[in-house]
């Protein structure tokens, strides 16, 4: 029996977990599940996840939430090539150093950029303040300067010769920002060269068939109606003005 995987690939870790399911061949059922249409907030989804977020995975009776504890699953259960998450100890400490990270740093500065350049004008009718704005991309350069100097340092991949659950956790991440217009391997020849590696180890068609919703963003969300996200201007209205 395939898992189930419930998915929008508008999501960071709803792409890695795509991407690392169809490059190791594993069976699945993509079960659309749109943030923008709210159906995570289904009373069908809670029974799945009762987290009410993506991506969820449900392997016959078992259910499981977080991108990372998915795909680790998928490397024990399917038993993936080895460098994805390496028995090596030294190299498999680097995977979780990176991925224990990557939460408060990668992750959260690459999505402000995101909401702060296509989700808040739509939502909120205006932009935020200069001074927040700036504020935010000194952050995600900031971010991005370790990923380069401390995480990749003079090595093709974070934890060594080939990629790992590592990469994929990054690259989706900062190509968020870069949907957003902002192009984060400009100036970072580093970056950019890494970035063109992930996306051969993961193969060029996978990688831009993931990328192409998120890619499309800033057109997408021009048609979109903002009144069905009326419920989260509170929040933004506090955390940005």
Known sequence: ?????????MSQPCRSVYIFAKKNNIPFDFKQTSLMMGDHHGEE???????????AMRDGEFCLSESIAMMMYMVEKFKTPDHWY?????????????????????????????YINIMIPKIMGKDIPQDKR???????????????????????????????????????????PLAAGMDVF????????????????????????????VMGAMEMVK???????????????????
């Open 134 to 176: 700036d504020d935010a991309i000194e952050d995600l350069n900031g971010t991005l300067k370790m990923m380069e100097e401390k995480f990749l340092g003079d090595k093709p991949f974070i934890a060594g010769d080939q990629i790992s659950l590592a990469d994929l956790v990054a690259i989706v991440e900062i190509y968020q």
């Open 186 to 213: 400009e100036g970072r020849p580093k970056l950019k060269a890494w970035k063109d590696r992930v996306r051969q180890a993961v193969g060029p068609e996978l990688f831009d068939e993931a990328h192409k919703g």
């Open 45 to 55: 989804f809670k029974k799945i996840n009762m987290v009410k977020k993506v991506p």
């Open 86 to 114: 390496p028995a090596d100890l030294q190299k498999r400490a680097r995977v979780n150093e990176y991925l224990s990270w990557q939460h408060m740093e990668t992750r959260t500065h690459g999505s402000k950029i995101f």
């Open 223 to 241: 048609g979109m109606d903002g009144s069905k996200l009326e419920a989260i201007k509170p929040k933004i209205q506090k955390m940005y003005f």
């Open 1 to 9: 029996m395939p898992l189930e995987l419930y998915l929008d690939l």
